[in-house]
């Protein structure tokens, strides 16, 4: 099976301050999409940002950035000055071959006003 | 982005009974979705991938008995959960494959939240 780690399971954060999730995985595939999704309490989950394994450039979208490193398959994921609306679990997920993807036990971000 | 839908969002019934929910891209058309299920707290378990035209790809130990998928268009895939009983309560998401600019993305639907009394 698709090995996803996401190792810390809920952080708590005081409003603008940053917060960094980490994700390691594991894959077969040698050219791949890697996700991060945030899931809020309603549940649905929201598509946050797309890798491309080809591309190691770290980029920056709004408050998000990651740093994807392949060598070391870890794809982490950075928000900065967090706000009370980024509360919410957020997944990342590699691939799993076929186009699907694997989803790690997600971090639970807790951010506290 | 791309919105995809889900109906019902909610949806309780008595065990023996069977459920159908439906999985709609409204902006685009899909040839592939995906079927997942979440536990309370869990994460995302991927039950099927679902292929229009072509037979659903379930993932190991899902009974495919149990939980017909149904691709029968380009926007619309559904899940028929047969003789649902207790156990299958649960949170059922659907996503679409989308290829834009050469880019791949899953979208998701707002999932179902099934309870079977």
């Known amino acids: 099976a698709q090995k996803v780690t996401q190792a810390q399971t809920e952080i708590s954060v005081v409003e603008k301050e940053d917060v960094t999730l980490d994700c390691v995985y594991e894959t077969r595939d040698t050219t791949y999409y890697l996700f991060w999704y945030k899931q809020p309490p309603s549940g649905e989950l929201v598509f946050l940002i797309r890798r491309n394994s080809f591309d190691e450039q770290n980029e920056i979208s709004g408050r998000y950035s990651w740093n994807f490193q392949k060598s070391t398959s870890s794809f982490n994921f950075t928000i900065t000055a967090s706000q009370v609306v980024d509360s919410a679990v957020y997944f990342c997920a590699p691939p799993y071959g076929n186009n699907r993807l694997a989803f790690g036990k997600g971090n639970q971000v807790v951010v506290i006003p | 982005g791309a919105v995809v839908s889900q109906h019902p969002s909610r949806v309780i019934c008595k065990s023996g009974t069977s459920v159908k929910i439906e999985c709609r891209s409204l902006?685009?058309?899909?040839?592939?979705m995906f079927w997942y299920r979440q536990f309370p707290k869990q994460s995302l378990m991927l039950m099927a991938t679902s292929n229009e035209g072509s037979k659903a790809t379930y993932e190991q130990g899902v009974e495919k008995d149990k939980f017909l998928i149904n691709h029968a268009s380009l926007t619309l895939s559904t899940l028929t959960v047969t003789s649902a009983h207790p156990e299958d309560s649960s949170f059922y998401i659907c996503?679409?494959?989308?290829?834009?600019?050469?880019?791949?993305?899953?979208?998701f639907g707002p999932g179902t939240r099934l309870l079977v009394l």
């Open positions: 996503s679409a494959r989308v290829i834009r600019g050469g880019q791949e993305t899953q979208y």
């Open positions: 902006d685009f058309q899909a040839t592939t």
